[in-house]
């Protein structure tokens, strides 16, 4: 007979996982460390440490966390299905503006600290420049997905209609990387991580994996499937849900 203790361990971490990420705490905790790259940017660049071009290193470090956190928004998603950690989906909004929020950063650096405001001179570096035109499609995109991710704007443009749109977050994280890759001389390794990364997380998407799903066919030992209790959101009139099929997480 097999052992109960691993599986109980794995529900004792998952039940634990959630109940620290359920935690009035968790949402502040989680907003001061995604401002930590800024920081820290911003203590490099009044110590002088950003090297001879601190306005382009500014640039850079902003568009690069632009990126990290618009993967790691995206990655929540899967790692709540592999882990069982529901908790995962309250912070997945959150992350998602901060994305658009270092990429803000990203482009307004461009414009003020960088061209100085030459609207003549951005106009022709987005005609010209494939690497700024993607880079603006990919924060064109996010920037529709900030105004439309409030609770409200989801009841305002009904289920289909919302989830429908934010399915270009995948396009925003594609065109990120491939302005990414664009940017950058020659073929470097840290674009296409990124990119790959990317295309995983897409991938996921398309074919979910699933695991803790066992074969009955191993002499009958398997465990017997249950029914899980219906959550006190079940009985509620039926909502919005994300693609993945979880439900808008409630303000707290």
């Not at 890759?181 to 990119?195: H, R, S």
């Not at 790959?196 to 074919?207: D, K, T, Y």
């Not at 909502?239 to 997480?249: C, I, K, N, Q």
Request: aromatic share 10%.
């Amino acid at each position: 007979m097999a052992d109960p203790a691993p599986a109980a361990a794995g529900v004792d971490l998952r039940a634990a996982a959630n109940a620290a990420l359920a935690s009035r705490w968790a949402k502040p905790v989680v907003f001061l460390l995604c401002l930590v790259p800024l920081v820290w940017t911003v203590r490099l660049a009044y110590t002088g440490e950003l090297g001879a071009e601190p306005v382009l290193e500014s640039v850079k470090a902003s568009g690069l966390w632009a990126l990290r956190f618009l993967l790691i928004a995206l990655a929540l998603t899967p790692l709540r299905m592999l882990t069982g950690v529901a908790g995962l989906a309250r912070f997945r909004r959150m992350l998602g503006l901060f994305a658009f929020f270092y990429a803000t950063i990203h482009l307004s650096t461009y414009v003020g600290l960088d061209q100085f405001f030459d609207w003549g001179a951005i106009w022709k570096d987005i005609v010209k420049r494939p690497y700024i035109t993607v880079g603006m499609g990919a924060f064109l995109i996010l920037a529709a997905l900030a105004a439309t991710s409030t609770d409200g704007m989801v009841k305002r443009l009904g289920g289909k209609r919302w989830r429908a749109l934010h399915k270009g977050v995948f396009i925003a994280g594609l065109a990120a990387c491939l302005h990414f890759i664009m940017l950058v001389k020659g073929w470097q390794t840290a674009p296409l991580v990124y990119a790959l990364i990317c295309i995983g997380l897409l991938a996921f998407r398309r074919w979910p994996i699933r695991l803790g799903r066992r074969k009955e066919a191993r002499g009958g030992t398997g465990p017997v499937r249950t029914r899980p209790a219906a959550s006190p959101r079940s009985a509620e009139a039926p909502g919005p849900r994300f693609p993945d099929g979880s439900f808008p997480a409630r303000r707290s």
